[in-house]
C-alpha cells in the first residue's frame, strides 16, 4: 500500500495542545518548512514565517523575552506586519492594517454608510488570541523542527 502523497514529499510532524493544534510540514523538494493552525490561529503561522523566517536561531530572542515575563507584566513586539502584545498571559496579534486611522477621518455620515454596506475592512485572518504557554510551547516546538 502506498503513502499518502503528502507525506512523499514533506515531512508532516502534527502536534496538539489544549487550545491549539498545528502540523509543521518540510517539503524535501524545495527545502521549505512551512505551518498549519487552525483557522483561528492561522495568522501565527504567517507572522512567525514572515519576521522570523526559517532559521531556529531567529526565534531565539523572542522566546527569551516570553520565558522572562512575569504573569502580570505586560509586553509588546512591533514587527514588519504585526504588533504582538502580550498582558496578563494572554497574547493577542493583530496586523498593522487593523491601526489605521482612516475611519476616523470619515464623518459618521460616511462611516454609517460604510457599515451599512458591508464595506469595514476584513479582519478575519488578520487578527489571532490565545494564552502565552500555548505560544511558547508552539514557538520551542517549531525552533526544534527547524532546527532537527
Known amino acids: 500500500m502506498q503513502a499518502p502523497v503528502i507525506l512523499q514529499v514533506a515531512e508532516l510532524l502534527r502536534f496538539w495542545n489544549f487550545n491549539m493544534e498545528y502540523d509543521f510540514i518540510y517539503d524535501r523538494h524545495t527545502g521549505q518548512f512551512s505551518i498549519r493552525l487552525a483557522a483561528e490561529h492561522e495568522v501565527l503561522g504567517r507572522f ?3 519576521e522570523f523566517g526559517q532559521q531556529a536561531g531567529a ?22 506586519e504585526f504588533l504582538l502584545e502580550i498582558e496578563n498571559g494572554e497574547v493577542t496579534l493583530n496586523h498593522n492594517t487593523l491601526f489605521s ?17 458591508d464595506l469595514q ?7 489571532s488570541q490565545c494564552g502565552l ?8 516546538e517549531w525552533q526544534q523542527f527547524l532546527a532537527d
Request: glycine fraction near 4%; charge should be negative.
Open 101 to 117: 486611522e482612516t475611519t476616523e477621518q470619515l464623518t459618521a455620515q460616511q462611516q454609517q454608510t460604510l457599515a451599512d454596506d
Open 48 to 50: 512567525l514565517l514572515d
Open 121 to 127: 475592512l476584513d479582519q478575519q485572518g488578520m487578527t
Open 59 to 80: 526565534y531565539l530572542p523572542l522566546l527569551q523575552q516570553l520565558s522572562e515575563l512575569k504573569p502580570s507584566q505586560s509586553m509588546q513586539y512591533q514587527g514588519k
Open 133 to 140: 504557554e500555548d505560544l511558547q510551547k508552539l514557538l520551542r
